[in-house]
């Protein structure tokens, strides 16, 4: 690499010039195009695929299923909630009390903690069917709450 060095009055480079050299691997060295000149001066390698492993497919939960929110009421220490799940899809669908829970706080659909549906006896809900539940649950008076029911998300707010 030739660096220009200084300019005299005129702008012109005057005859000063730094001069360096060096030595790097020639699978560095670039083309016009931006294209790495020794990979294309590399010996072709015949490449033996790999088999990929076979891919299991992952159920998606809840498919199929509807909620609807009945109606939420609140009193003294409690909030209860009525709800219909419908089952639309064509497979049977377990709900347990993990699938049910409400998050209450101060702030807008609180992210949690998240409250199972404690005693809520495990089920499964068949393709066509449809359950209503109601559900008490603890509550001090938040003005904010999530309730989730499978894959659903809903915002309440008191």
Same mark, same amino acid.
């Given at each position: ?28 060295? /670039? ?8 990979? $294309? #001066?590399?010996?072709? =390698?015949?490449?033996? &695929?790999? !088999? ?39 497979? /049977? ?8 829970? $409400? #998050?209450?706080?101060? =702030?807008?659909?609180? &992210?949690? !903690? ?45």
């Amino acid at each position: 690499m030739l660096l220009l060095g200084e300019t005299d009055e005129e702008g012109l480079p005057t005859g000063t010039r730094t001069l360096v050299t060096a030595v790097y691997p020639i699978e560095q060295e /670039l083309g016009r195009a931006g294209e790495l000149i020794g990979a $294309l #001066a590399q010996p072709v =390698v015949a490449v033996t &695929p790999t !088999p990929l492993p076979s891919a299991t497919p992952t159920l998606i939960p809840f498919i199929g299923l509807d909620v609807q929110i009945i109606s939420v009421t609140t009193s003294a220490g409690q909030v209860t909630t009525r709800l219909r799940l419908y089952n639309g899809g064509n497979t /049977l669908l377990p709900i347990t009390p993990e699938d049910v829970w $409400l #998050a209450l706080g101060y =702030v807008e659909n609180p &992210p949690g !903690p998240r409250t199972p549906a404690e005693g809520l006896t495990p089920f499964d809900l068949l393709p066509g069917q449809a359950a209503d539940m109601t559900l008490v649950w603890l509550w001090s008076d938040e003005p904010y709450a999530s309730l989730g029911i499978g894959g659903y998300h809903f915002a309440l707010q008191f």
